[in-house]
């Protein structure tokens, strides 16, 4: 079981050294603008792109900050020290300066190119740096470090200070998320700022944290693996051996378990659970949780790909599941809806789909105008238009519907898969997923900070799912993409005026996201 400190935030982040020295380097993902951060968090495969504003007469040389993930650091001693888990101090994690000279000259570099993960030593040609070496350094997924040198005059200017990071995740989703952890040291004992900074992490705050950032809500409380598991709810229980499930009983991939939950173990003799992982695949793919199985775990080593059935997993196991930010709640969709949304595609859009599917290209935000998920749940389970909607009935008989529908709590509901269609903007619903929000009551704007929120993690989600995705915006922009490619309608007397989500609610959601690169026009 790890301790934890929390009451040394303050002491933490004054230690972290200073703010961003002048010029700053600025970093640009796939296809979005550059944006001034300390952090950028790319998929495997995305473009990632580092610039500094050239400085007349000056050179420029980029670093990469190897973080040591060689050795065991620890704010706490380790549980075979004397006087275990007793709190020692905050660890000083050593870094090595490692020149890149291929960026040498260059105002803008480019390490992680499109559509390729990059290959160990593409940037040097050879580390010097033995760190590198290390069967815990990953070149092509995980934490990198770089900074800038610029020599003016014989004085040579370090940017950043403490280097841009490039968390470089595996995948979407949590597992994405967690292993953005690798090359990022074990520290036994780490607190919340190691962790949300991506400087040191052991077995409870890596999972934590890296479940923080995929849900957008910063980590603020330090968990050991005993807190985790009185917490979270159980989706499974059993005793592992290196032999697999005692007793024979088979825990199954789908039923019993699924990437990306917890495995929390008590080891033999143990009061306490004291390590926790991540489920990442059935290796094998026989459908039962087996040995050779594939996990992502840390402490007191850096964060790694393992076995299911390495030492550290045996013992008295409990899966953990944390409750997802998206419930799933389907609206009806049986042959009625079905065949009414062919018919619809087939009447406005001139195409034959009797599947109803759809390659997303845009998110659409909305309100609802009514102030209950409830009502505005049943509203849409309709398969049919009600009669009211006589605004849009010559339009068609399947019912309004979207993909999403977030509360005023910023609670997001999955009405219906992704890629179908759903009627909810017109002559943009082949391209488009829609996102409701509960609200508007009277055309009036009445959402949430809750719901910015949410949409904007939401946005983050469905980039990431859907790389196509190159737009987003409010119900009452629709009508800019008339006459482009991706407007459909081919009945030009069905239109409607429309004034959700507003300006406002769209400024906020956009400045969330802005590193994506979305547009809100053609």
Known sequence: MTPKASGLLLCFALAAGPAFAAPAVEVAVGDGPFVRTDAAAPLAGQRVRLRVAPVPGARVRWVQLVRDVTKMYKNANFPWDPDPYQWVGLAEIRADREPLP???????????????????????????????????????????????????????????????????????????????????????????????????????????????????????????????????????????????????????????????????????????????????????????????????????????????GSAPFQGHVVVLRPESPIVERPISFGAQRVQATAGYIKAHYGEDRPDGRIRPRMIVLHWTGSDSIEADFQTFDREVLPRERADIAGGGDVNVSAHFLVGKDGRILRLMPEDRMARHVIGLNLEAIGIENVGGTGDRPTLTQAQIGADAWLVRELKDRFPGIQYLIGHHEYRRFEGTPLWKESDSSYRTVKSDPGDKFMAAVRSRVADLGLKDSP
């Not at 968390?167 to 919340?192: E, K």
């Not at 330090?222 to 051996?241: I, K, Q, T």
């Not at 949780?289 to 964060?303: E, K, S």
């Open 102 to 308: 291929r960026f040498d000259g260059l105002w803008e570099v480019e390490p992680f190119p499109a559509g390729r993960r990059v290959k160990p030593r593409e940037w040097t040609g050879r580390y010097s740096s033995r760190i590198a070496e290390s069967e815990y350094y990953h070149p092509d997924a995980g934490s990198f470090w770089f900074q800038a040198e610029v020599e003016t005059d014989g004085r040579v200017e370090r940017v950043p200070a403490q280097g841009v990071r490039v968390s470089v995740r595996d995948g979407p989703g949590f597992l994405g998320w967690l292993s953005s952890y690798l090359n990022v040291p074990g520290v036994f004992g780490s607190i919340t700022a190691q962790a949300n900074g991506h400087l040191g992490v052991d077995c409870a705050d890596a999972v934590t944290a890296a479940w923080a950032k995929y849900t957008g809500r910063p980590l603020t409380e330090n968990l050991n693996v005993a807190a985790l598991v009185s917490r979270l709810p159980h989706a499974a229980e059993f005793d592992w051996g290196e032999g697999g499930v005692a007793g024979g009983r088979g825990i199954r991939w789908g039923t019993d378990v699924r990437p990306g939950d917890f495995l929390a173990v008590r080891y033999p003799g143990a009061r306490s659970f004291q390590h926790v992982g991540a489920l990442v695949s059935d290796a094998d793919g026989d459908g039962r949780l087996t040995p050779g199985d594939r996990v992502l775990h840390a402490g007191p080593l850096p964060l790694a790909y393992d076995r299911a």
